[in-house]
Structure formats: structure tokens, C-alpha cells
């Protein structure tokens, strides 16, 4: 019988979980952790994460501090308000929403948030940490992805995971992360040869790449654990819907699990973020 992963559930977990530890949190330090969310423009499917972003921080006692910046925001203004928030005692977090508009550089963003406030994990100080196993702060993604795993596989140790994708939001961390828990790891991206029998080698696979529906019935091995990162909108029967990058009810059967989308990976890493401040939080008060 193959497990349906469910996102939502465990999410709602992690989250009880966080809000309890909020209130003895604010009992002890007479703080509420708060967590920065910067918005830069209207791009529909960044305001529509925003803004769950925003109402599972409020769901768990959290602070927000929401920041809407309009599209012709400059640089110098966007590092104002990080610098701003770097400084301020009752932000804990801070997250800026990827992508930006194309006059903005990301990487002078990530820079240049505080190192403990980088709920995304995504300042190279806490990349580094990642790659050596000393982190703190874990992408939020990557995370959600480790939490479902280890729910649903005995012993990761020694099992071949394959993760298809090489961004810096996932693709990479997850590859370390699936290291560190003695996973043989391997990346598979659009310059890969022969990637289907790659795949078809994986005990778990890792689909982060953005393409509705890539991984097909043959490229995946019988028992395989499958998690689904990927969020495309379709449209199909003239209707738009959101599917993964994995043709889930073709490969449901042959699989032992796997995350449906909507409600696998998405609702984990919102609730990753929210456990993030908490950790964040935590840090700044030693
Ligand atoms: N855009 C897509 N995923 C993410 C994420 O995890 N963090 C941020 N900041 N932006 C994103």
C-alpha cells in the first residue's frame, strides 16, 4: 500500500508544537520572537506565499512585521530596511521573498542580512555551516523535505537518494542535509546523461526542478520513497490547477510514498519557517 505523505498534517503539527514553545518562550524572556517579511512587487504566486507566510507566523503567537515594497523599490532602499531590521531588537527573522525584480540583485540581500537573523539559511555563513555540519539555520524547503523523510523511512543511512535540481534553495542544501544523514547522494540537472536511469537507481527521490510532471512511471524504482518540491501551475481541460514536477497518479502505485502538491512540501515549509524564528529567536538570547 503506498503512503500518501501528508504536507498539511504534519505541518499543523509542527506548528502546535512551535506555538507552545512560543508562550514558555514568552513567559521566560518577556519577548515575543518576531519575524520580517519582505515583499518586493506584486508577482501573484510570491504574495499568495507571503501572505500564509504572515498568517501561520500570527497562528503560532509570533510576531510579523510584513514590509510590501512597490516593484520600482531601489537597492539602496531594500538595504536600508535590511540594515534597518538587522538592527531592530524585536525582529528575529528576517525573510525576503525570491524571486526579486530583475533591477535587484539577490545575492546583495542575502549578504547582507544578519547571519542570525537568516531564517532561509541562505546567508553563505550559514551555507557554509550547512556543508560542515554546524548549522542552525537550515533552508526552510530542505528542511520540510528532512522532517517528511525521516517520517516515513526506517534508517536513511546507506540508502541511494537522487536529488533532481542544483538551486541554492533546495537542490544543494538537501544534498547535505541527505549527506549528513549518511544518504549516498547524487544531483542529477539538465546537463545530467542518462537521468531516467539515474533515477530508476533511487531509494528516495527528490524532484526540485520546476517542470510539471518530469518524472514519469518508468523513471521511478519499485518502493521508492518520492518528494515532490515542485509547484507549477497548468493549465488542463481549461482549467489551472497546481501540479508537481512529478505525474503523481502515474507513479502513486509503484512507489511505498510519496508528497502529493498541492499539500505536501508547501505547507512544510512554511512551517520550517516558523520553526526557524523560534530557533532564531532562541539563539539571540543564548
Ligand atoms: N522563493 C521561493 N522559495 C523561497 C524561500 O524558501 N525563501 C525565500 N525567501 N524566497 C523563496
Not at 514590509?67 to 531592530?88: A, V
Not at 490547477?241 to 497518479?249: A, I, M, N, T, W
Request: proline share 5%; aromatic share 4%.
Amino acid at each position: 500500500m503506498t503512503v500518501m505523505i501528508d504536507g498539511k498534517a504534519l505541518a499543523d503539527e509542527i506548528v502546535q508544537d512551535v506555538a507552545q514553545e512560543v508562550s514558555s518562550f514568552k513567559l521566560k524572556h518577556k519577548v515575543v520572537p518576531g519575524l520580517a517579511v519582505v515583499l518586493v512587487g506584486e508577482d501573484p504566486a510570491s504574495s499568495v506565499y507571503v501572505r500564509n507566510k504572515i498568517l501561520r507566523t500570527e497562528q503560532a503567537g509570533l510576531q510579523s512585521f510584513a514590509h510590501y515594497l512597490p516593484e520600482n523599490t531601489t537597492q539602496k532602499q531594500l538595504d536600508d530596511l535590511i540594515d534597518q531590521l538587522n538592527e531592530d531588537d524585536s525582529v528575529h527573522g528576517i525573510l525576503v521573498q525570491l524571486p526579486l525584480p530583475k533591477h535587484l540583485s539577490e545575492s546583495r540581500v542575502i549578504d547582507a542580512i544578519s547571519p542570525a537573523k537568516d531564517v532561509d539559511g541562505f546567508h553563505p555563513e550559514n551555507v557554509g555551516k550547512l556543508v560542515t555540519g554546524q548549522q542552525v539555520l537550515v533552508p526552510c524547503t530542505p528542511l520540510g523535505c528532512m522532517i517528511m523523510l525521516k517520517r516515513h523511512v526506517d534508517e536513511l543511512s546507506g540508502k541511494h537518494a537522487v536529488v533532481i535540481g542544483r538551486s541554492n534553495i533546495v537542490g544543494k542544501p538537501i544534498a547535505n542535509l541527505l549527506l549528513q544523514s549518511h544518504c549516498t547522494v547524487t544531483i542529477v540537472h539538465s546537463r545530467t546523461h542518462n537521468i531516467e536511469s539515474i533515477c530508476r537507481s533511487a531509494d528516495i527521490l527528490i524532484a526540485a526542478v520546476g517542470q510539471p510532471h518530469l518524472v514519469k512511471e518508468d523513471w521511478v524504482k519499485p518502493g521508492a520513497v518520492v518528494i515532490d518540491v515542485g509547484i507549477n501551475q497548468i493549465t488542463s481541460d481549461g482549467k489551472r490547477k497546481l501540479v508537481g514536477d512529478v505525474d503523481y497518479h502515474a507513479v502513486f502505485s509503484k512507489v511505498s510514498a510519496i508528497t502529493p502538491v498541492p499539500g505536501g512540501v508547501g505547507p512544510m515549509t512554511i512551517a520550517c519557517l516558523i520553526q526557524n524564528t523560534l530557533t532564531a529567536a532562541k539563539h539571540q538570547f543564548g
